[in-house]
Protein backbone atom coordinates (compact mmCIF):
# COMPACT_ATOMS: atom_id res chain seq x y z
CA UNK A 1 0.00 0.00 0.00
CA UNK A 2 2.68 2.78 1.01
CA UNK A 3 3.90 1.83 -3.05
CA UNK A 4 0.65 2.33 -4.46
CA UNK A 5 0.38 5.55 -2.49
CA UNK A 6 4.25 6.46 -3.51
CA UNK A 7 3.43 6.32 -7.00
CA UNK A 8 0.53 8.22 -6.76
CA UNK A 9 2.32 10.56 -5.68
CA UNK A 10 4.83 10.86 -7.99
CA UNK A 11 2.15 10.25 -10.74
CA UNK A 12 0.65 13.31 -8.96
CA UNK A 13 4.19 15.99 -8.80
CA UNK A 14 4.99 14.81 -12.65
CA UNK A 15 1.79 16.12 -13.74
CA UNK A 16 2.01 18.72 -11.56
CA UNK A 17 5.64 19.48 -13.49
CA UNK A 18 3.98 19.28 -16.63
CA UNK A 19 0.78 21.46 -16.42
CA UNK A 20 3.93 24.00 -14.80
CA UNK A 21 5.82 24.20 -17.79
CA UNK A 22 2.88 23.94 -20.25
CA UNK A 23 1.90 27.18 -18.11
CA UNK A 24 4.89 28.74 -18.38
CA UNK A 25 5.50 28.21 -22.19
CA UNK A 26 1.82 29.94 -22.76
CA UNK A 27 2.84 32.72 -21.40
CA UNK A 28 5.90 33.17 -23.08
CA UNK A 29 4.24 32.66 -26.48
CA UNK A 30 1.28 35.41 -25.40
CA UNK A 31 4.37 37.69 -24.23
CA UNK A 32 5.91 37.08 -27.47
CA UNK A 33 2.90 37.76 -29.08
CA UNK A 34 2.22 40.77 -27.21
CA UNK A 35 5.34 42.88 -28.07
CA UNK A 36 5.92 41.73 -31.77
CA UNK A 37 5.03 44.98 -32.79
CA UNK A 38 7.27 46.42 -30.27
CA UNK A 39 9.90 44.32 -31.81
CA UNK A 40 9.02 45.01 -35.27
CA UNK A 41 9.26 48.86 -34.30
CA UNK A 42 13.02 48.60 -32.91
CA UNK A 43 14.05 46.25 -36.15
CA UNK A 44 13.00 49.02 -37.98
CA UNK A 45 13.81 51.94 -36.30
CA UNK A 46 17.79 50.30 -36.41
CA UNK A 47 17.45 49.79 -40.36
CA UNK A 48 16.09 53.18 -40.33
CA UNK A 49 19.48 54.77 -38.78
CA UNK A 50 21.69 52.11 -40.25
CA UNK A 51 20.26 51.30 -43.31
CA UNK A 52 20.05 47.83 -45.21
CA UNK A 53 23.25 46.06 -46.53
CA UNK A 54 22.72 47.37 -49.49
CA UNK A 55 21.52 50.49 -49.08
CA UNK A 56 25.06 50.81 -47.01
CA UNK A 57 26.74 50.31 -50.41
CA UNK A 58 28.91 53.15 -51.74
CA UNK A 59 30.45 51.83 -55.22
CA UNK A 60 28.51 52.00 -57.97
CA UNK A 61 30.28 49.47 -59.77
CA UNK A 62 29.74 47.14 -56.84
CA UNK A 63 26.38 48.12 -56.99
CA UNK A 64 26.34 46.72 -61.03
CA UNK A 65 27.96 43.64 -60.51
CA UNK A 66 25.21 42.99 -57.49
CA UNK A 67 22.65 43.81 -60.20
CA UNK A 68 24.32 41.64 -62.72
CA UNK A 69 24.29 38.31 -60.41
CA UNK A 70 20.97 38.83 -58.87
CA UNK A 71 19.87 39.11 -62.43
CA UNK A 72 21.12 35.25 -63.15
CA UNK A 73 20.68 34.26 -60.04
CA UNK A 74 16.98 35.16 -59.92
CA UNK A 75 15.78 32.44 -62.26
CA UNK A 76 18.09 29.18 -62.39
CA UNK A 77 22.24 28.70 -61.29
CA UNK A 78 24.91 31.21 -62.34
CA UNK A 79 25.88 29.38 -65.77
CA UNK A 80 29.88 29.80 -66.95
CA UNK A 81 28.71 32.17 -69.83
CA UNK A 82 26.85 34.17 -67.31
CA UNK A 83 30.19 34.46 -65.35
CA UNK A 84 32.37 34.74 -67.82
CA UNK A 85 30.32 37.82 -68.89
CA UNK A 86 29.99 39.18 -65.66
CA UNK A 87 33.65 39.14 -65.07
CA UNK A 88 34.63 40.45 -68.12
CA UNK A 89 32.43 43.24 -67.41
CA UNK A 90 34.24 43.58 -64.32
CA UNK A 91 37.33 43.96 -66.57
CA UNK A 92 35.87 46.60 -68.75
CA UNK A 93 34.41 48.98 -68.51
CA UNK A 94 33.93 48.30 -64.56
CA UNK A 95 37.54 48.49 -63.97
CA UNK A 96 38.19 46.04 -60.99
CA UNK A 97 41.66 45.89 -59.99
CA UNK A 98 40.64 42.60 -57.39
CA UNK A 99 38.30 41.16 -59.49
CA UNK A 100 37.41 37.93 -57.62
CA UNK A 101 37.61 39.69 -53.77
CA UNK A 102 34.96 42.22 -55.32
CA UNK A 103 32.98 39.33 -57.13
CA UNK A 104 32.67 37.70 -53.89
CA UNK A 105 32.07 41.02 -52.16
CA UNK A 106 28.40 41.33 -54.75
CA UNK A 107 27.25 36.94 -54.35
CA UNK A 108 27.50 38.03 -50.34
CA UNK A 109 24.44 40.75 -51.68
CA UNK A 110 22.24 38.56 -53.66
CA UNK A 111 20.39 35.16 -53.15
CA UNK A 112 19.42 32.32 -54.94
CA UNK A 113 15.55 32.36 -56.42
CA UNK A 114 15.37 36.00 -54.78
CA UNK A 115 13.03 39.05 -57.01
CA UNK A 116 15.32 41.12 -58.84
CA UNK A 117 13.48 44.38 -57.60
CA UNK A 118 13.70 43.46 -53.90
CA UNK A 119 17.96 44.12 -54.51
CA UNK A 120 17.67 46.75 -57.48
CA UNK A 121 15.31 48.98 -55.10
CA UNK A 122 17.69 49.87 -52.44
CA UNK A 123 20.27 50.05 -55.05
CA UNK A 124 18.49 53.04 -57.25
CA UNK A 125 19.26 55.95 -55.27
CA UNK A 126 22.93 55.71 -55.18
CA UNK A 127 23.09 54.69 -59.24
CA UNK A 128 21.23 57.44 -59.66
CA UNK A 129 23.06 60.00 -57.96
CA UNK A 130 26.51 58.64 -59.19
CA UNK A 131 26.29 57.98 -62.88
CA UNK A 132 25.05 59.96 -65.72
CA UNK A 133 22.46 59.32 -68.12
CA UNK A 134 24.64 57.57 -70.24
CA UNK A 135 26.17 55.45 -67.29
CA UNK A 136 22.87 54.58 -66.58
CA UNK A 137 22.06 53.04 -70.31
CA UNK A 138 25.19 51.41 -70.62
CA UNK A 139 24.20 49.30 -67.09
CA UNK A 140 20.58 48.62 -68.74
CA UNK A 141 22.79 47.10 -71.46
CA UNK A 142 25.68 45.44 -70.02
CA UNK A 143 22.38 43.51 -67.37
CA UNK A 144 20.50 42.34 -70.88
CA UNK A 145 24.17 41.04 -71.88
CA UNK A 146 24.38 39.08 -68.43
CA UNK A 147 21.16 37.39 -69.06
CA UNK A 148 21.49 36.93 -72.45
CA UNK A 149 24.84 34.99 -72.19
CA UNK A 150 23.95 31.61 -71.72
CA UNK A 151 19.64 31.72 -73.54
CA UNK A 152 17.49 34.05 -74.43
CA UNK A 153 16.59 36.74 -71.83
CA UNK A 154 13.38 35.12 -69.66
CA UNK A 155 10.60 37.07 -69.24
CA UNK A 156 11.19 37.66 -65.67
CA UNK A 157 14.16 39.10 -66.47
CA UNK A 158 12.71 41.35 -69.15
CA UNK A 159 10.09 43.33 -66.64
CA UNK A 160 13.28 43.15 -64.19
CA UNK A 161 15.28 44.66 -66.13
CA UNK A 162 12.38 46.90 -67.61
CA UNK A 163 11.18 47.98 -64.56
CA UNK A 164 14.93 49.10 -63.52
CA UNK A 165 15.35 50.81 -66.37
CA UNK A 166 11.61 52.71 -65.71
CA UNK A 167 13.48 53.70 -62.36
CA UNK A 168 16.96 54.64 -63.55
CA UNK A 169 15.73 56.99 -65.77
CA UNK A 170 12.29 58.60 -64.65
CA UNK A 171 12.27 61.77 -65.06
CA UNK A 172 15.38 61.98 -67.38
CA UNK A 173 15.05 63.75 -70.77
CA UNK A 174 14.34 61.24 -73.80
CA UNK A 175 13.17 58.84 -70.65
CA UNK A 176 9.95 58.41 -69.01
CA UNK A 177 7.28 56.36 -67.71
CA UNK A 178 5.82 53.17 -70.24
CA UNK A 179 9.79 52.32 -71.39
CA UNK A 180 8.73 48.45 -71.56
CA UNK A 181 11.17 47.11 -74.35
CA UNK A 182 14.81 46.34 -73.23
Do not use: C
Not at 44 to 64: F, H, K, W
Not at 142 to 147: D, F, R, S
Not at 167 to 173: C, H, I, N, S, V
Request: proline share 4%; charged share 20%.
Amino acid sequence: MPILLGLIGLLMAGLFWILYTHRTVKGLQELDRDTKGAQRRAVSALRNIVGTPLERVRDPRLAAVILMLQLVRTGSPVTASEKTKILEFMEAPLAFEQISTAFEQAWGYTQQRFPFSQVADPLIPLLRQKLTVEERAELITMLTQVASAHSALSELQREGIARLKNRLMAGEKGFGRGVASV
